[in-house]
């Protein structure tokens, strides 16, 4: 059997030391999986981004593949499902950045590093030459999305997988709240099942506290 594989890819302005990306690794090592774990970091190019994604996925074409991409990286790893035939779970993901990231235009700051670069038409142009109007096979796809993503609209992805298994929680971030508990989840998807845990009603934890 081939050897697992979870490329983790990094949202908007994001990098290898955002939360999730680091409790996963973490969370894989501390149960001997860390060498089935690469977080890397993006260029801030669309196009840079996509090319260095589709060079480590032909590079480990030997092993069995699973993308976990957030908000963003989301966007990136429905690029790479459709060329490549991998399995991806998204989480609370991007699907028309190009539309979100318009009223953005103009300096911008990685939330990592002290990276500065000018967000222009052309990052737009480049974003919206890798968009996927259409899922060969929604089952390559898990959707895990959170209602009170302050980012994006939640319905959004819904609508573009509505033909995938998905978990929507109520309430929760962008940047998924719990994220732990579905890490289980993520990891049955890998093998081929689908493995949804009961999770709460963020929303009501919220009132009630």
Not at 103 to 119: C, I, T, V
Request: negative net charge; aromatic residues 12%; contains cysteine.
């Amino acid at each position: 059997m081939a050897q697992p594989l979870f490329i983790y890819i990094h949202g908007f302005n994001s990098s290898p030391d955002s939360f999730k990306a680091r409790f996963f690794a973490d969370w894989m090592a501390e149960n001997g999986r860390a060498e089935e774990v690469i977080v890397p970091q993006l260029p801030h190019w669309p196009a840079r981004a996509v090319a260095l994604l589709e060079q480590l996925v032909e590079a480990n074409a030997d092993r069995n593949i699973t993308l976990i991409g957030s908000s963003l990286g989301g966007y990136y790893s429905t690029w790479l499902v459709e060329k490549y035939g991998l399995r991806a779970v998204l989480i609370n993901p991007a699907v028309r950045p190009y539309e979100l990231l318009a009223d953005m235009l103009g300096e911008q700051g990685n939330y990592y590093s002290d990276e500065k670069y000018e967000l222009t038409r052309k990052h737009l142009d480049q974003l919206l030459a890798v968009n996927c109007s259409e899922l060969n096979d929604p089952q390559h796809y898990l959707l895990l999305t959170q209602t009170a993503d302050e980012t994006l609209d939640y319905r959004e992805g819904v609508e573009k997988f509505s033909a995938s298994p998905m978990l929507v929680q109520q309430g929760g971030s962008h940047g998924f709240d719990q994220f732990e508990l579905v890490i289980p989840t993520i990891l049955a998807f890998a093998e081929g099942w689908i493995e949804l845990p009961s999770l709460t009603d963020l929303n009501a934890m919220e009132e009630k506290d």
